[in-house]
């Protein structure tokens, strides 16, 4: 495990974002123009493009989402930075943080002085069923998609030998729903920028309008456990324990530590990345926690010198909500079996004392794969300068961590990011 620390800091000097949603008019280009536009907005000092050197950019499959491959050079093309070098990076829905680990890397060593890092992926062009195939191919092919799984399926094993472990009940994920459709309704960028009380109103005013009988839900519990407005996808997993299918893009500008302050008064300094891989699921002996995720926690907890008790606000990989119980567990927020009680109890609320996902996670804000790790380091960059808005946290965020899974946890990657006044 690698004990340094970075061979020379590296900061963020500006990050943006597209709207997350389903944009039939819009393709990546687009939307990573859009992206990179809110981007060099946010460099309050300025910022010339000439000076960005290469450009990593996360992206899981636009071959078959698009049919589009060699995607980088287009998106350099179209933000007007050819001819520096330009790569697309592929680790499944880990692809964003990938691409922000190689920028890392290139800062770091010096081989660069700044560095655009940015996720693209548009995923709606495909009806429903091709897109759980285009994303099936991220999983074990030979073992598990030949076998029947699918992505809901996989997280649907992880959240039953879950429940068979720890009495957990589906109950408990609704929580993590909630939480961050509440968060995600205050997040102008989300796709379902929503709460589920909203959308349950929503509903029994459409049926109205429809003359059609009311529904008859007092609770949002009431509407959560009714088959008809929130249908079993893969037991016990139901369509709002999923997070969507999405477009969308984000952009992080990063230059050296020590360059950081001519651009901006409040960079934000990256001063851990840990990265691990492990076999497919059905290789795994114990399906409720993923071991890749534990050891890149580790590594990028060691590289800053900070625990898991230090860390303010975390960003993490809630594509499915057993994935978010799960997830706060593998980075040492709580206890093994105790992170379901979190969103009950409101520990991982907005308020509560380790908020988790603000921006709405994957769940509320979108998961355009290629994009989503990207974004949770544009969401903690927003937090920690105090520049997040209607759902900014309380108090000061000096400390920050982002947490990102490709498939089922083949590929983790951790970041931690530290405000210094
Ligand atoms: N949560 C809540 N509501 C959702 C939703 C979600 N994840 N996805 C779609 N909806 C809503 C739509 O807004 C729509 O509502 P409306 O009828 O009020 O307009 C309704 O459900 C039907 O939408 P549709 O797009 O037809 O849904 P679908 O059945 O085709 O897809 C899923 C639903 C859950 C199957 C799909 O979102 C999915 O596959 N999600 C998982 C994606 C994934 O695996 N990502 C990678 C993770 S590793």
Same mark, same amino acid.
């Given at each position: 495990? $690698?004990?340094?620390?970075?061979?020379?800091?590296?900061?963020?000097?500006?990050?943006?974002?597209?709207?997350?949603?389903?944009?039939?008019e819009?393709?990546?280009?687009?939307?990573f123009?859009?992206?990179?536009?809110?981007?060099?907005? +946010?460099?309050?000092?300025?910022?010339?493009?000439?000076?960005?050197?290469?450009?990593?950019?996360?992206?899981f499959?636009?071959?078959?989402?698009?049919h589009?491959?060699?995607?980088? $050079?287009?998106?350099?093309?179209?933000?007007?930075?050819?001819?520096i $070098?330009?790569?697309?990076?592929?680790?499944a829905?880990?692809?964003?943080?990938?691409?922000?680990?190689?920028?890392?890397?290139?800062?770091?060593?010096?081989?660069?002085?700044?560095?655009?890092?940015?996720?693209?992926?548009?995923?709606?062009?495909?009806?429903t069923?091709?897109?759980t195939?285009?994303?099936?191919?991220a999983?074990?092919?030979?073992?598990?998609?030949?076998?029947?799984f699918?992505?809901?399926?996989?997280?649907?094993a992880?959240?039953?030998?879950?429940?068979?472990?720890?009495?957990?009940?589906?109950?408990h994920?609704?929580?993590?729903?909630?939480?961050?459709?509440?968060?995600g309704?205050l997040n102008?960028?989300?796709?379902?920028?929503?709460?589920?009380?909203?959308?349950?109103e929503?509903?029994?005013?459409?049926?109205?309008?429809?003359?059609?009988?009311?529904?008859?839900?007092?609770?949002?519990?009431?509407?959560?456990?009714?088959?008809?407005?929130?249908?079993?996808?893969a037991?016990?997993?139901?369509?709002?324990?999923?997070?969507?299918?999405?477009?969308?893009a984000?952009?992080?500008?990063l230059?050296?530590?020590?360059?950081?302050?001519?651009y901006?008064?409040?960079?934000?300094?990256?001063?851990? +990345?840990?990265?691990?891989?492990?076999s497919?699921?059905?290789?795994?002996?114990?399906?409720t926690?993923?071991?890749?995720?534990?050891?890149?926690?580790?590594?990028?907890?060691?590289?800053?010198?900070?625990?898991?008790r230090?860390?303010?606000?975390?960003?993490?990989?809630?594509?499915?909500?057993?994935?978010?119980?799960?997830?706060?567990?593998?980075l040492?927020?709580f206890? $093994?079996?105790e992170?379901y009680?979190?969103?009950?109890d409101?520990?991982?609320?907005?308020?509560?004392?380790?908020p988790?996902? &603000?921006?709405?996670g994957?769940?509320?804000?979108?998961?355009?794969?290629?994009a989503?790790?990207?974004?949770?380091?544009?969401?903690v960059?927003?937090?920690?300068?105090g520049?997040?808005?209607?759902?900014?946290? +309380?108090?000061?965020?000096?400390?920050?961590?982002?947490?990102?899974?490709?498939? &089922?946890g083949?590929t983790?990657?951790?970041?931690?990011?530290?405000r210094?006044?």
């Amino acid at each position: 495990m $690698p004990t340094t620390s970075l061979p020379r800091g590296v900061a963020i000097i500006g990050a943006g974002m597209s709207k997350f949603g389903a944009f039939p008019e819009k393709n990546s280009r687009d939307l990573f123009v859009e992206a990179y536009k809110d981007l060099l907005a +946010s460099v309050e000092k300025g910022f010339d493009p000439r000076q960005i050197e290469s450009f990593y950019l996360g992206n899981f499959s636009s071959d078959l989402f698009e049919h589009q491959a060699h995607m980088a $050079p287009l998106l350099a093309d179209a933000v007007g930075l050819t001819p520096i $070098p330009a790569a697309r990076v592929e680790n499944a829905c880990a692809s964003g943080a990938t691409a922000l680990r190689q920028g890392v890397m290139a800062i770091a060593s010096g081989m660069a002085d700044a560095v655009l890092v940015g996720g693209a992926e548009k995923m709606t062009n495909l009806p429903t069923a091709d897109v759980t195939d285009t994303l099936a191919a991220a999983a074990d092919m030979a073992f598990e998609i030949s076998a029947g799984f699918t992505f809901p399926g996989f997280y649907a094993a992880i959240a039953t030998a879950y429940m068979a472990k720890y009495g957990m009940k589906p109950e408990h994920l609704m929580n993590v729903a909630l939480k961050n459709h509440e968060n995600g309704a205050l997040n102008p960028n989300a796709q379902f920028g929503v709460t589920i009380q909203k959308w349950m109103e929503g509903r029994v005013a459409a049926a109205l309008k429809k003359g059609k009988p009311a529904p008859t839900w007092q609770t949002v519990m009431d509407f959560l456990h009714d088959d008809s407005a929130n249908p079993m996808v893969a037991w016990p997993l139901r369509l709002f324990d999923c997070s969507p299918i999405t477009d969308g893009a984000s952009a992080l500008l990063l230059v050296p530590a020590d360059r950081a302050k001519d651009y901006t008064d409040t960079p934000i300094y990256i001063t851990g +990345s840990g990265q691990a891989s492990d076999s497919a699921l059905h290789d795994r002996a114990d399906l409720t926690a993923l071991p890749a995720a534990q050891r890149a926690a580790a590594q990028a907890y060691q590289m800053a010198g900070v625990t898991a008790r230090d860390i303010r606000i975390a960003e993490v990989h809630d594509c499915f909500t057993i994935a978010e119980v799960v997830a706060t567990e593998d980075l040492g927020f709580f206890a $093994p079996g105790e992170g379901y009680r979190a969103a009950e109890d409101g520990v991982t609320a907005r308020d509560g004392a380790k908020p988790i996902n &603000t921006s709405g996670g994957l769940k509320s804000k979108g998961h355009p794969v290629g994009a989503s790790g990207v974004a949770q380091a544009v969401e903690v960059f927003k937090q920690m300068r105090g520049q997040a808005g209607a759902r900014q946290v +309380s108090g000061d965020v000096p400390l920050a961590l982002t947490h990102n899974v490709g498939a &089922t946890g083949s590929t983790c990657l951790v970041h931690i990011y530290e405000r210094k006044d």
